[in-house]
C-alpha cells in the first residue's frame, strides 16, 4: 500500500489551475513552437551540411518527430497533466524516473526562450538602422551590453504575459501564430515564382555531395530544433478544456502543417540560391545575409518589401516561441516540486491558478543562459540533444503504463505501439549521438548536477511530503546515459574528442540494437501495476482538487 503524501496542491482551497484552453489554443500552443526561429535560419545549416540532400534531413526528422508526435498524443489523451513530459515517467517510474524526464525537458525548455530572444536580436541586427542605433551586437555576433539589456526586457515581457495566465498565452499565441505560417508560405510563393533555379539541386556535388553522414549531420544543427516543440500542447495539458478529445488532434495538426511549411522553405531556399555560388560547394551558399538568408534571396529576387516582412517576422516568431516556452518551462518545474523533486515553492500558484515562482526562475535562468551562451548557434545543438533524451522516456513511459495500468481510458492510441514506440527511443537516441559527443558529455554532466539538486530537495523535505524512491525502476537510466556517451565517444559524430573508430552504418546498426536492450529492459523495470495506479489515482485527485469542480473543467479518477 502507497502511502498518500502531502502536496502543495492538496488543499481544496488552494489557487487553482484553470481547464480554458480548446482545440485550436493548443494547437497554436504546439504548431506556435514549432514555428520559431528555427525556419529563418533551419534550411541554410542543413544546406551547408547536407547540400541538396537537406531535404531528406526534413523529411527523416519529420517521420522521426511524428513517431514520438503520436506517442505523445496516447500519453496526453490519457494523462492530461501539466509539465506532462516530467509526469509520464514518474507514473511508470516513480519520483526519481519522473526527475530524470521533467530534469531535461526543464533544461531544454529553459534554454530555448533566451535562444530565440537572441534569434530575434541577431536577425534584426542586418537592419542598418538598427546596426547603427542599437547596438545589439558585437563583431563576433555575440550580445553587448545593449543586447542584452534588450534582450532582458523581452524576457521580461515574456514574463507578464505567463503571469498574467494561460489563456492570455494561449490567445496572444494563437494571434501570432496565424502571422508566423502565414509569411512563410508567401516566402515560398515569392521565391518560387521569382527566383527559382532547378540546376541547383544536382550543384556544387550532385544531390548528396557529403553522403548519408551529412544528411544524418544535419538533423542537430537546425533541423531538429526547428521541428520539435509539438509536446508543448502536452506541458499545458493540465489545463486544456477537453484535454481527452483535443490534445492529440492538436499534436498531430501542428505537426502536419509544420512539416510541410518546412519542406516547402527549403525546397524554395535551395532553388532561390545563386548558381555562381554554388561552383565551389555548399560550404557558403550565400555570401550576404548569412544570419538574414531569406531577406537576402528576396531583396535579390526584385521582392524587397518581403525582406521587411521577414525582419518583422524575425521578431514575431521567434519572440513568440520564445514567449511559450518560458511558459512551458514553468510547469515542467512546478510539476518537480509538486512532485518534491525540486523544491515546494515551486508548485505554488496565485490566485490566477498560475505556477508564479516557476516562472520568475525560468526567467532568472534564461537570463542567466544568456552569459555562457550569448549566441543563437551556441545552443542549438545541446538543446536538440537534450530534447531528444526528454523525447526517449516518452515510448518507454507509454508501453510501461500500459502494461501497468491497461484499464485506463486512451481517447486517442497510437498505432502499432509495439513497433511505434521502441522505433521512436531507438529514433530518439540516434538523434543524440548524431548531435556529437562533444554535446553528449555536457548534457549528462548538466543531469548529475541535476541530480545532486534532486538529493539536496528530499534532505531539506520531511519525510512525510516526499514519496518514497523506487530505485530498482530506474536502475536503466545509468547504464544507458552512460552508453550514449561511450557510442558517442566511439563514433563519428562530433567537433571534439570522438575516436571516429566505428565504421559508417555499423555506427548506426550499435546505436540501434543498444536502444532496443535498453529499451525493454527498462519497460521490464518498471513499478509493479499497485504502486503505478497508486499513482495515477494519487495525480487524478491532484487535478480534481488543483483544478476544481466537473462543471470547471475538473477531472476525477477513472
Not at 548528396?208 to 544535419?218: D, M, R, T, V, W
Request: charge should be positive; hydrophobic fraction near 55%.
Amino acid at each position: 500500500m502507497v502511502k498518500p503524501v502531502q502536496t502543495a496542491t492538496s488543499d481544496a482551497s488552494s489557487p487553482r489551475m484553470r481547464r480554458s484552453v480548446g482545440f485550436y489554443g493548443l494547437m497554436f500552443v504546439s504548431l506556435g513552437s514549432i514555428i520559431g526561429s528555427g525556419w529563418l535560419l533551419g534550411a541554410l545549416k542543413a544546406a551547408k551540411v547536407a547540400g541538396p540532400a537537406s531535404l531528406v534531413s526534413w523529411v527523416l526528422t519529420a517521420i522521426i518527430m511524428a513517431t514520438l508526435a503520436l506517442v505523445h498524443a496516447e500519453l496526453g489523451a490519457a494523462y492530461p497533466v501539466a509539465g506532462g513530459t516530467a509526469r509520464y515517467p514518474a507514473l511508470a517510474y516513480g519520483v526519481l524516473g519522473g526527475f530524470f524526464g521533467g530534469w531535461v525537458a526543464w533544461l531544454q525548455a529553459v534554454a530555448l526562450a533566451p535562444v530565440e530572444v537572441e534569434a530575434s536580436l541577431e536577425y534584426l541586427d542586418n537592419i542598418a538602422w538598427v546596426k547603427e542605433h542599437l547596438n545589439l551586437l558585437s563583431p563576433g555576433g555575440t550580445l553587448t551590453a545593449s543586447g542584452f539589456g534588450w534582450a532582458t526586457l523581452l524576457m521580461a515581457i515574456f514574463t507578464m504575459i505567463n503571469l498574467v495566465g494561460v489563456k492570455l498565452l494561449s490567445e496572444s499565441n494563437g494571434a501570432t501564430v496565424v502571422w508566423k505560417v502565414a509569411v512563410p508560405l508567401v516566402t515560398v510563393v515569392v521565391l518560387l515564382s521569382l527566383r527559382f533555379h532547378p540546376g541547383n539541386f544536382t550543384a556544387g556535388g550532385g544531390f548528396a555531395p557529403y553522403g548519408a553522414h551529412g544528411i544524418f549531420a544535419a538533423l542537430p544543427v537546425g533541423v531538429v530544433f526547428a521541428l520539435q516543440g509539438f509536446e508543448q500542447a502536452v506541458q499545458v495539458g493540465g489545463e486544456a478544456k477537453d484535454p481527452q478529445k483535443d490534445l492529440s488532434r492538436a499534436i498531430i495538426v501542428a505537426m502536419v502543417i509544420g512539416t510541410i511549411v518546412y519542406l516547402l522553405l527549403e525546397v524554395a531556399f535551395i532553388g532561390a540560391l545563386d548558381p555562381a555560388s554554388l561552383l565551389k560547394g555548399w560550404a557558403d551558399p550565400i555570401t550576404q545575409g548569412s544570419f538574414g538568408p531569406y531577406a537576402t534571396l528576396a531583396t535579390l529576387a526584385g521582392a524587397g518589401w518581403l525582406s521587411y516582412v521577414l525582419y518583422a517576422d524575425a521578431f514575431v516568431s521567434p519572440a513568440g516561441t520564445g514567449m511559450l516556452y518560458l511558459g512551458t518551462s514553468a510547469r515542467i518545474s512546478y510539476a518537480m516540486g509538486r512532485e518534491r523533486a525540486l523544491p515546494k515553492g515551486l508548485a505554488k500558484l496565485n490566485v490566477r491558478g498560475v505556477p508564479v515562482w516557476s516562472i520568475v526562475l525560468s526567467f532568472v535562468v534564461g537570463e542567466i543562459a544568456f552569459l555562457p551562451f550569448p549566441s543563437w548557434q551556441s545552443l542549438v545543438s545541446v538543446i536538440t540533444s537534450a530534447t531528444a533524451l526528454m523525447y526517449a522516456f516518452a515510448p518507454v513511459s507509454m508501453i510501461a503504463l500500459r502494461k501497468r495500468d491497461p484499464d485506463r481510458a486512451r481517447p486517442y492510441r497510437a498505432p502499432m505501439p509495439n513497433v511505434l514506440a521502441p522505433a521512436g527511443f531507438c529514433a530518439a537516441n540516434l538523434i543524440i549521438y548524431w548531435s556529437g559527443f562533444d554535446v553528449t558529455w555536457k548534457i549528462m554532466i548538466a543531469i548529475v548536477i541535476g541530480f545532486v539538486l534532486f538529493l539536496v530537495a528530499r534532505a531539506t523535505t520531511s519525510k512525510l511530503s516526499r514519496p518514497p524512491v523506487d530505485w530498482k525502476a530506474v536502475t536503466w537510466v545509468a547504464p544507458w546515459l552512460a552508453g550514449l556517451v561511450v557510442v558517442g565517444w566511439l563514433g563519428r559524430y562530433g567537433e571534439s574528442g570522438n575516436l571516429n573508430v566505428l565504421p559508417e552504418w555499423i555506427d548506426l546498426l550499435v546505436v540501434i540494437v543498444f536502444s532496443l536492450g535498453i529499451f525493454y529492459w527498462a519497460v521490464s523495470l518498471a513499478m509493479d501495476s499497485t504502486k503505478v495506479k497508486a499513482a495515477v489515482e494519487r495525480e487524478a485527485l491532484e487535478l480534481a482538487l488543483a483544478q476544481g469542480p466537473a462543471e470547471e473543467g475538473g477531472v476525477t479518477s477513472r
